[in-house]
């Protein structure tokens, strides 16, 4: 009788571990993008007329550097210049002393997490009067996550103290979609589009 | 007429000794009812959230409870007791929105999620005898919930893993297949709580059970 009892709370437990299943496989593409903004409430958009942006992605990688123009750059860039303007902004060449700098860059972070091994494992010989002597064993796994930042530059208003450019406006475009070019124009779209006091006119 | 006597008298004296083998059957209680016996409950139920954890995190229905339960129901007494280990899980899809959190605007696709999974320990207490093939009771139970809250806005996780206080109380009925038998139906509409609070969730979560299970029991 035992026995009977024994497996039917097992088919239990089995049936209740194998019910977990992935919340969000059923995302689409672009349902799996996230939009951050921020913005300097101290700042008056209206005081800026003219705007310039960066000729190539800047490419972060662990606090390493460099610069990429590719098809997905490009679209970007360009779609960047097309809401800006939209908004009321002109568009100048650096050389023209611009109001406002957009930069773009792709960033991404690697991590290299630890974990060690669980030694309760250990206890299955026990029966023979030994424990386990582990030593401390590491295992190792690396994450990484890539997201494109946009942050807008007040040129204007430079703090000439400690030389700097204040940030008045930045957008992180993140999730798993954000490498799909045919979803470069939705995403800068959206990132302008929830950022409506940058409207100069 | 001797004859028909003798016929009388052998079907009275047949008759006499079957009416006395009868009572013999019945005089014997159940063993049921002689012993403490055991009793094991696999339960599948649908809940819906209520109150606050409902306004305010997930309102859906959920049809994704499971639970298993031992009891010892005791001699002599209306009562039984045991344990009941669980697994609840809730979701809901937020479509495309924009939240404010200080001066950071998101723009994201919500799935909001919920698993818990209560260790309780529980009386019940029965309104009728142990012979009866439907035993309606009444449940009280107490213990903690095993909690991971995961908020998903697009493909990025937050998420939170606590152990909170969780209790319940219930009203249900066993329906005995058979008379004496072992094995039966069970339904049962609880109330269950937890003290579980972060984030969205601010008075811990509330929800009504309905579930239906089989049960066995022996001694």
Known sequence: MLKITSLIILTAVLGLSSCTKDPINDLSTEETLVYVTNRDKTVDYKQYKTFSIVDSVLVVENNQSGTALDEIDRALLNRIIINMQSLGYTYVAPSAKPDVGINAAWVTNTQLNVTTQPSYYGGYWGGYGYGYGYPSYYQYYETSESYWLISMVDFKNANTTDKTFNVVWDAQIRGSGIGSTQLVDQMVNSVFTQSNYLKIK | ?219
């Not at chain 2, 016996?37 to 499971?66: C, E, Q, W």
């Not at chain 2, 998101?106 to 309104?127: D, E, G, K, L, W």
Request: net charge positive; hydrophobic share 35%; proline share 4%.
């Open chain 2, 1 to 219: 007429m001797r004859k028909i006597f003798l016929v009388a008298l052998f079907a009275i004296v047949f008759s006499a000794a079957k009416a006395q083998e009868a009572p013999k059957l019945y005089t014997l209680p159940s063993p049921f009812e002689r012993y403490t016996h055991y009793l094991a409950t696999v339960r599948y139920s649908g809940a819906m959230p209520l109150g606050s954890f409902s306004d305010s995190y997930i309102d859906k229905f959920s049809a994704r409870n499971y639970s298993v339960s031992l009891e010892w129901v005791l001699r002599n007494s209306p009562l039984s007791i045991g344990g009941e280990i669980g697994s609840n899980y809730f979701q809901k899809r937020i479509p495309r929105a924009v939240y404010q959190s200080g001066d950071e605007t998101i723009s994201a696709v919500q799935t909001r999620t919920i698993t818990q999974y209560p260790i309780q320990v529980f009386a019940n207490y029965h309104f009728l005898n142990k012979t009866s093939t439907i035993q309606p009771y009444a449940q009280i139970s107490g213990g903690a919930a095993i909690t991971d809250y995961t908020v998903y806005y697009g493909s990025l996780a937050q998420q939170k893993q606590k152990i909170a206080p969780a209790y319940g109380i219930g009203l249900g009925s066993k329906f005995l297949f058979k008379r004496d038998g072992s094995f039966g139906a069970d339904l049962r509409v609880k109330y269950e709580g937890t003290s579980f609070k972060y984030d969205y969730i601010e008075k811990g979560t509330s929800s009504v059970n309905a579930s239906v299970g089989l049960f066995y029991r022996w001694w």
